[in-house]
């Protein structure tokens, strides 16, 4: 199946659906016939066994559209977790917007019918011999390996934190679900109190949703604001980078609204250790951002602060198991697979393809990216399937929606080399909008879950 024939199946569904209320109940069911028989006739007859590595919005996404391509579909998803969180709903869980059930769902629920799930971790790669080895059902091999299985955050790569002891002396992380929760009921808490000194910080590493810690700092600046207690609290945002942001547009934006919340920006500062009990953080100050979690002796200086909130992202790397594996490229930090940045094809693995958060593509690792990614490597790895080159390109769209304040939404939406892509060119795109807040709280949702999930945008 071609990028034409592709795109042509879409708009083929597109127009049948439109036009149903246009019809008869005659023409109703000769639309479904055509419909139908179209699919069918477009299905491509490739037959091979497809193992997909994660059951997250990547692997379901990929799964779905690989069933509406494949007319002899043999795909298996292998996925731990029995239940599948919308994480873009975190940091709204953190601004008491979206309660915890509002952003879980049953992963049987979300996988298609006629795709089989293993309820199991893998373990062990074995690229070589096209296998792989889980932690219950040992040996399972493919012809076809998509890479998915997400970020790993690496919490002990920060002294004195775990995933465990969050919440523990005020010290809070939005990337965990339970974290989120507990991150929400402080940010509440803080307008009980008289002042404060509130520290909130970046990584040093790739991070899924990188806007992530910008929007829960500027969320609780502002819910400061309407409680009439911001000006008793100090609040400071750690950068590990030289920039808040890039595209430029969307950096200086950024820097004119820190500085207009009187929000301290630090750049160049990588937290390394927590006391809890104290209430103290340290910092390591560069010279220059680094991306290594070992220092070299005598980089920067160490400094210490106290707090009485702290907002911190965790270390993010692939996952063990990848980063062991000769998928993985072992001269970038984190062990990011090692893709082609347009077809998603494995560099040296042809019948291995990855996307999502553990690609080592050159663009920021969200959801936006993923259901920009998932139709462009389905038809590529359908193309290798019927022994065929991998024509479609991805282009490196990805999108954040960085909440600045309730109500308001920068929407940053850029490709590969920082190149604007904005979904409505003629608005301004360093401009916050309350359009932009109403679809990160009330459209984003249903378009992942009833779209992006099924393989229908």
Same mark, same amino acid.
């Given at each position: 199946?071609?990028?034409?024939?592709?795109?042509?199946?879409?708009?083929?569904?597109?127009?049948?659906?439109?036009?149903?209320?246009?019809? #008869?109940?005659?023409? $109703?069911?000769?639309?479904?016939?055509?419909?139908?028989?179209?699919?069918?006739?477009?299905?491509?007859?490739?037959?091979?066994?497809?193992?997909?590595?994660?059951?997250?919005?990547?692997?379901?996404?990929?799964?779905?559209?690989? &069933?509406?391509? *494949?007319?002899?579909?043999?795909?298996?998803?292998?996925?731990?977790?029995?239940?599948?969180?919308?994480?873009?709903?975190?940091?709204?869980?953190?601004?008491?917007? %979206?309660?915890?059930?509002?952003?879980?769902?049953?992963?049987?629920? *979300?996988?298609?019918?006629?795709?089989?799930?293993?309820?199991?971790?893998?373990?062990?790669?074995?690229?070589?011999?096209?296998?792989?080895?889980?932690?219950?059902?040992?040996?399972?091999?493919?012809?076809?390996?998509?890479?998915?299985?997400? /970020?790993?955050?690496?919490?002990?790569?920060?002294?004195?934190?775990?995933?465990?002891? *969050?919440?523990?002396?005020?010290?809070?992380?939005?990337?965990?679900?339970?974290?989120?929760?507990? /991150?929400?009921?402080?940010?509440?808490? *803080?307008?009980?109190?008289?002042? #404060?000194?509130?520290?909130?910080?970046?990584?040093?590493?790739?991070?899924? /949703? #990188?806007?992530?810690?910008?929007?829960?700092?500027?969320?609780?600046?502002?819910?400061?604001?309407?409680?009439?207690?911001?000006?008793?609290?100090?609040?400071?945002?750690?950068?590990?980078?030289?920039?808040?942001?890039?595209?430029?547009?969307?950096?200086?934006?950024?820097?004119?609204?820190?500085?207009?919340?009187?929000?301290?920006?630090?750049?160049?500062?990588?937290?390394?250790?927590?006391?809890?009990?104290?209430?103290?953080?340290?910092?390591?100050?560069?010279?220059?951002?680094?991306?290594?979690?070992?220092?070299?002796?005598?980089?920067?200086?160490?400094?210490?602060?106290? %707090?009485?909130?702290?907002? %911190?992202?965790?270390?993010?790397?692939?996952?063990?198991?990848?980063?062991?594996?000769?998928?993985?490229?072992?001269? +970038?930090?984190?062990?990011?697979?090692?893709?082609?940045?347009?077809?998603?094809?494995?560099?040296?693995?042809?019948? $291995?393809? &990855?996307?999502?958060? +553990?690609?080592?593509?050159?663009?920021?690792?969200?959801?936006?990216?993923?259901?920009?990614?998932?139709?462009?490597?389905?038809?590529?790895?359908?193309?290798?399937?019927?022994?065929?080159?991998? !024509?479609?390109?991805?282009? #490196?769209? &990805?999108? /954040?929606?960085?909440?600045?304040?309730?109500?308001?939404?920068?929407?940053?939406?850029?490709?590969?080399?920082?190149?604007?892509?904005?979904?409505?060119?003629? !608005?301004?795109?360093?401009?916050?909008?309350?359009?932009?807040?109403?679809?990160?709280?009330?459209?984003?949702?249903?378009?992942?879950?009833?779209?992006?999930?099924?393989?229908?945008?």
């Amino acid at each position: 199946m071609n990028s034409k024939e592709l795109y042509n199946k879409e708009e083929r569904k597109s127009f049948s659906r439109r036009n149903f209320m246009k019809i #008869g109940i005659m023409g $109703i069911a000769g639309a479904l016939i055509l419909e139908r028989t179209y699919d069918y006739l477009s299905e491509s007859k490739a037959k091979a066994k497809i193992v997909i590595v994660g059951g997250g919005a990547a692997g379901i996404t990929m799964s779905a559209y690989l &069933s509406d391509m *494949l007319r002899y579909d043999d795909i298996t998803i292998i996925e731990p977790n029995n239940t599948h969180y919308y994480q873009p709903g975190y940091t709204l869980i953190s601004a008491d917007v %979206f309660k915890p059930e509002d952003v879980t769902k049953k992963t049987a629920d *979300l996988i298609p019918k006629n795709v089989k799930w293993i309820n199991d971790s893998v373990i062990e790669l074995n690229p070589d011999q096209n296998g792989l080895i889980t932690a219950k059902n040992g040996k399972i091999s493919y012809d076809y390996l998509v890479l998915v299985p997400g /970020c790993q955050m690496n919490f002990n790569l920060i002294e004195g934190i775990s995933r465990s002891n *969050l919440g523990e002396g005020n010290v809070h992380c939005i990337y965990d679900f339970k974290g989120a929760s507990i /991150c929400r009921d402080a940010i509440r808490n *803080l307008s009980g109190r008289k002042d #404060g000194r509130l520290i909130f910080t970046d990584s040093y590493t790739k991070i899924k /949703c #990188g806007g992530a810690p910008k929007k829960v700092c500027l969320i609780t600046e502002d819910y400061l604001r309407i409680k009439n207690k911001r000006n008793n609290f100090g609040i400071t945002y750690f950068e590990n980078k030289s920039e808040l942001m890039k595209p430029k547009v969307y950096g200086d934006r950024l820097i004119e609204i820190f500085k207009e919340r009187d929000i301290a920006v630090n750049y160049r500062h990588r937290l390394i250790s927590v006391d809890t009990s104290a209430k103290r953080a340290v910092f390591h100050r560069l010279p220059e951002p680094l991306s290594s979690p070992d220092l070299p002796d005598n980089t920067g200086e160490k400094l210490t602060f106290d %707090f009485d909130f702290l907002h %911190f992202v965790p270390p993010m790397s692939v996952p063990d198991f990848v980063k062991n594996s000769s998928v993985s490229d072992q001269s +970038v930090q984190g062990g990011w697979v090692n893709v082609d940045k347009g077809t998603m094809v494995h560099s040296i693995y042809k019948n $291995i393809i &990855s996307l999502g958060d +553990v690609a080592g593509l050159p663009t920021s690792k969200t959801g936006a990216a993923i259901r920009m990614q998932a139709p462009i490597a389905a038809a590529n790895l359908v193309s290798l399937m019927e022994g065929k080159p991998p !024509l479609l390109k991805y282009d #490196g769209y &990805s999108a /954040c929606p960085i909440v600045t304040e309730y109500g308001k939404v920068l929407m940053c939406e850029f490709g590969y080399n920082d190149k604007l892509m904005p979904t409505i060119p003629f !608005l301004d795109p360093a401009v916050e909008r309350g359009m932009w807040w109403g679809l990160k709280v009330h459209g984003l949702k249903p378009m992942y879950y009833q779209g992006m999930l099924k393989g229908l945008i």
